[in-house]
């Protein structure tokens, strides 16, 4: 009696084997890929219960890889494409934490005149909650439409409290992006649920936001790749001598009043702030300028949607005027104009 794979050489057998664990490992990772798709479990779950019709199942099972296929690829191709434009901010305009910043921009400075090319510049200081990309006008409202939906739940995590935030210290992102930290303590927990709270929203508007690393609360001051000149001069990392002496500086403490969505390529406002699109008032502050400010801002964006919304009202008029079969319609309502002429003429 002949055995199993006799005749075949231990080349082909070899080659048999190796084409069958890839088989296997390409089955594995497949699956592996399926589960991590948000509507994968439903598919492999609803598989896994119908034993009647195998043939049914197969066929599904290649049409579900196939989709799970093309949404990865668009998904991919989605966010390659990513490239954010737009952040909500928290402005820093305590005067004692600005005025520590320079002093310590122009420490650094002294030791080498060639970073004051990195410095953030006056006015410009920020913690950045959320990234986004906003591609047109559209967008643009969509976003300020899902800032003004964030207030409730900032209000909801807050109750009512002041969120206060104290900067101590200094430390950089590997030696490349230099930074004012933030203190431990409770307000770090809460701005962690704004951010979080911030990011649900504005993806539930289908606004690609976030970013993939973990989100760490951070005052810029400067940044190396502001001036890629540098690198050419041989600067590739900050020297953490240059700020030793701030390691344990406390700046101050900043009483959030207000989330703005900002851009980061539109020209920057007068004061060295970016160019803000609208704001959320978040708590009190003595002069009641932010409220102003956003009384503003609100005004002038209700004035260019509607003034956007009679522009469209009109194309969207005059094109139905233009169709054929409107002429009637027209002609009619032309009459009944004439008619109403003659007949206050009469009078």
Same mark, same amino acid.
């Given at each position: 009696m002949e055995l199993p794979g006799a005749g075949v050489n231990s080349n082909e057998y070899e080659s048999v084997s190796s084409k069958q664990e890839m088989s296997e490992e390409f089955e594995a990772n497949t699956m592996d890929s399926l589960v991590d798709m948000p509507f994968a479990t439903i598919d492999i779950k609803d598989d896994s219960e119908i034993t009647d019709v195998p043939k049914v199942n197969l066929e599904r099972s290649k049409e579900n890889q196939c989709n799970n296929k093309e949404q990865t690829k668009k998904r991919k191709k989605k966010r390659k494409d990513y490239q954010p434009n737009y952040?909500?901010?928290?402005?820093?305009t305590n005067k004692e934490i600005t005025k520590g910043i320079k002093i310590l921009q122009n420490a650094i400075i002294q030791h080498d005149e060639q970073l004051a090319r990195a410095m953030s510049s006056d006015g410009s200081f920020h913690i950045t909650l959320l990234v986004m990309q906003l591609l047109n006008e559209d967008e643009?409202?969509?976003?300020? +439409?899902?800032?003004?939906?964030l207030k409730p739940f900032v209000e909801e995590i807050l109750q009512g409290k002041p969120l206060t935030l104290p900067f101590e210290g200094v430390d950089t992102f590997g030696n490349q992006v230099g930074f004012v930290k933030l203190a431990e303590g409770?307000?770090?927990n809460s701005l962690l649920e704004i951010a979080d709270a911030a990011k649900r929203t504005f993806q539930e508007k289908g606004i690609l936001a976030g970013e993939s690393r973990t989100f760490k609360p951070h005052l810029t001051f400067m940044k190396l790749s502001k001036s890629p000149w540098l690198r050419k001069k041989g600067v590739k990392k900050i020297d953490p001598k240059l700020y030793e002496k701030f390691i344990s500086?406390?700046?101050g403490e900043e009483v959030v009043h207000?989330? +703005?969505?900002?851009?980061?390529l539109k020209k920057k406002q007068s004061n060295g702030y970016y160019h803000c699109e609208s704001s959320i008032v978040i708590g009190d502050k003595n002069g009641g300028e932010p409220d102003d400010a956003e009384l503003?801002?609100?005004?002038?964006?209700?004035?260019?949607?509607?003034?956007l919304k009679a522009v469209q009202q009109y194309l969207e008029e005059t094109q139905n005027k233009n169709k054929p079969g409107d002429g009637s319609s027209v002609k009619t309502?032309?009459?009944d104009r004439n008619g109403t002429d003659r007949d206050n003429n009469r009078k």
């Open positions: 952040f909500l901010s928290i402005p820093i643009v409202n969509t976003g300020v +439409d899902a800032l003004l939906e409770d307000h770090v500086h406390r700046f207000c989330i +703005d969505l900002c851009s980061m503003v801002r609100l005004s002038k964006r209700l004035v260019e949607n509607a003034v309502e032309e009459a």
